[in-house]
């Protein structure tokens, strides 16, 4: 080409692009063909300019690949002879967009022999698997999935994905999507990378790539249940140091169970005797689990920390609390399962803190003991009037279903007074002595007594009815010739009335209600006879005259 040799060449007959500036700036000739030259160097064209001047300040030649107007490539070649500056440019447009479609079409096959990918497809808009590769992976081979459906092949016995990697509209990458391979035995996590793609005759297809990320997401998954772990006994080791009293402490261990595992409902169950007593509850809902079947389920699993017991379609998650081999309580977490089941990851979670929950659940224990120590009656060893109010609310507060709950009876000793006058005040003293020894005797574990004052007790029976309530005042009634005897005297009017209220179908249910509603009972036994039983619902007291007249020897 004449633009190569040292003189200055004729523009108007060449066939290529060439315009020549001169050192202003000023293009002074061009060949017919260089349209695409010329409107770039006029517009300004960044890159064109700085090749010329750099070739005009150097005089050396200078080449490079720019893009121009309306997607035009040009290769563009710059010498400078004599006092002009030379400029060709050849027509890349077509070439450059051929080897980026070659590019694209082959980036798939580029990154599986870069090793870069464990599987390449292709799928038409059913989703049939148009192009597989390699012919072996996941170790299975790959060539008989070709126009099968790609769910079945990547989803076989898993759940599919909301989003769809295999419906694309544009270039999506899609992280730690679980996939279960048709033929392996295992479920792994994949990283897949997919695109739309229009073909020749317009249809589209998507091209994926998916690569094996399983060790990396468990890696993760460890790393965060580790965090995890360490945030919650953190949490509720600052639980245990700064709780105060030992409602407080489960009803906060209970809330942060709640967030953590976003359960919908916490309950802790304190075993007394052969009941199950609530302790703290976040939940107005009843505990769906009766107290025989946790039992029986916690007896079968001794051995294990974790039990899961299915109930109506639902999975509690129940953390067993012992002392050596005895039960002494329960943590059971609930949700609706049926949406949102427990993962591998949280069932791991709480079993790694069952001995942080343990011992929370001791220290509230022991919060417990020592609040009642310090809240007991100095005579009868029977809580207080204060502590007693303050226990049976605490009991009030967990009873969630208004057709149960408890029964309260209050007691009152009838002519308590002739003691006093006839055989002096300690022997008053050891009359309430005997009569709460009696009370402490007759209920079970899970239920309260305290001295209400003077001669008056309180009993709480808890989860029971007012049959139950019925016979307890019977046994107590019943005893009052022996404690006459006991103190040395039958000939005593000494006996008991009793005034029982239950909880069940009560509108306001607290201490202060239920109390005041029995003391009305108990004031109607008064003004009719004494030693017998009055209920809060009834206007004059139960006839028991069989027992009452054994009881007290006179009506």
Not at 116 to 135: C, Q
Request: glycine share 6%; aromatic share 6%.
């Amino acid at each position: 080409m004449d633009i190569l040799k040292n003189k200055r060449p004729k523009l108007d007959t060449s066939k290529a692009a060439v315009i020549a500036i001169n050192s202003k700036g000023i293009v002074v000739d061009s060949s017919p063909s260089a349209e695409n030259l010329m409107i770039g160097w006029n517009a300004g064209h960044e890159g064109l300019h700085v090749l010329v001047k750099k070739v005009a300040e150097t005089n050396i030649p200078l080449e490079d690949r720019l893009s121009f107007h309306d997607q035009i490539k040009l290769w563009v070649s710059v010498v400078k002879i004599g006092d002009l500056v030379y400029v060709t440019g050849r027509d890349t447009t077509l070439s450059d967009q051929v080897t980026d479609a070659l590019l694209k079409s082959r980036i798939l096959l580029k990154e599986l022999l870069d090793n870069a990918v464990d599987l390449a497809f292709e799928v038409d808009k059913n989703r049939e698997i148009l192009f597989v590769s390699p012919a072996k992976a996941f170790g299975v081979e790959t060539d008989v999935w070709i126009g099968e459906n790609a769910d079945k092949i990547f989803w076989s016995d898993v759940e599919r994905p909301t989003r769809s990697p295999l419906s694309v509209k544009n270039e999506q990458t899609f992280d730690a999507v679980q996939v279960k391979i048709q033929g392996t035995e295992e479920r792994r996590w994949v990283k897949i990378v997919s695109q739309p793609y229009r073909n020749n005759d317009g249809s589209i297809t998507v091209r994926g790539t998916m690569v094996d990320t399983t060790q990396q997401v468990r890696r993760e998954r460890m790393m965060r249940a580790m965090n995890l772990r360490f945030k919650v006994q953190e949490r509720i080791t600052n639980i245990l140091n700064t709780a105060e009293t030992a409602e407080d402490l489960m009803t906060r261990a209970s809330k942060a169970l709640v967030e953590v595992l976003r359960a919908d409902s916490v309950w802790l169950l304190e075993k007394l005797g052969r009941d199950l007593v609530t302790r703290a509850s976040d939940s107005e809902d009843v505990l769906p689990l009766d107290a025989k079947a946790i039992l029986s389920e916690a007896n079968k699993s001794s051995a294990q920390n974790l039990i899961k017991i299915n109930h109506e379609n639902q999975v509690y998650l129940v953390i067993q609390v012992r002392r050596g081999a005895e039960i002494a309580g329960f943590f059971v977490i609930g949700r609706d399962t049926t949406i949102s089941p427990w993962s591998a990851q949280e069932v791991e979670l709480v079993e790694s803190i069952t001995n942080v929950l343990t011992a929370a659940f001791e220290k509230s224990t022991m919060i417990g003991r020592l609040q009642k120590l310090s809240s007991e009656d100095a005579l009868t060893s029977l809580l207080n009037r204060g502590a007693l109010e303050k226990t049976v609310d605490a009991r009030l507060s967990q009873i969630k279903d208004p057709a149960s709950g408890g029964v309260l009876l209050f007691v009152d000793l009838d002519n308590f007074k002739e003691v006093n006058d006839t055989l002096g005040h300690h022997a008053g003293d050891d009359a309430i002595r005997y009569v709460a020894e009696f009370i402490k005797a007759m209920i079970r574990p899970a239920d309260i007594a305290g001295r209400y004052g003077g001669d008056e007790f309180i009993i709480w029976l808890e989860a029971a009815n007012e049959d139950v309530a019925s016979q307890r005042a019977r046994e107590l009634i019943n005893v009052m010739p022996a404690i006459r005897k006991k103190l040395g005297n039958s000939n005593l009017k000494l006996s008991a009335s009793v005034g029982i209220c239950s909880c069940k179908n009560l509108t306001e249910r607290s201490f202060e209600k239920l109390a005041s509603l029995a003391d009305e009972a108990l004031y109607n036994v008064k003004t009719t006879g004494k030693g017998n039983i009055g209920f809060a619902n009834e206007l004059q007291a139960k006839p028991e005259n069989d027992y009452a007249a054994t009881a007290t020897g006179e009506r």
